[in-house]
């Protein structure tokens, strides 16, 4: 089963950038994540917008 949210570590792997990136990243809002508990978690979903946010740019 594909995993529906991600910790930062997975998604800076996924991404291939540094884990302290994806924190910036969350915290300007470029890259929603969501609260549980005391846990912050990224839905896959927001990490392919935010990839195809960056591949558009690029075009342009």
């Given at each position: 089963?594909?995993?529906?949210?991600?910790?930062?570590?997975?998604?800076?792997?996924?991404?291939?950038?540094?884990?302290?990136?994806?924190?910036?990243?969350?915290?300007?809002?470029?890259?929603?994540?969501?609260?549980?508990?005391?846990?912050?978690?990224i839905?896959?979903?927001?990490?392919?917008?935010?990839?195809?946010?960056?591949?558009?740019?690029?075009?342009?």
């Open positions: 089963m594909e995993r529906l949210l991600l910790t930062a570590e997975e998604a800076a792997e996924l991404l291939n950038i540094g884990r302290c990136k994806v924190y910036d990243l969350m915290r300007t809002g470029e890259l929603e994540s969501i609260k549980i508990g005391r846990l912050r978690r839905p896959v979903d927001n990490i392919r917008r935010f990839a195809d946010k960056l591949i558009e740019e690029a075009r342009t």
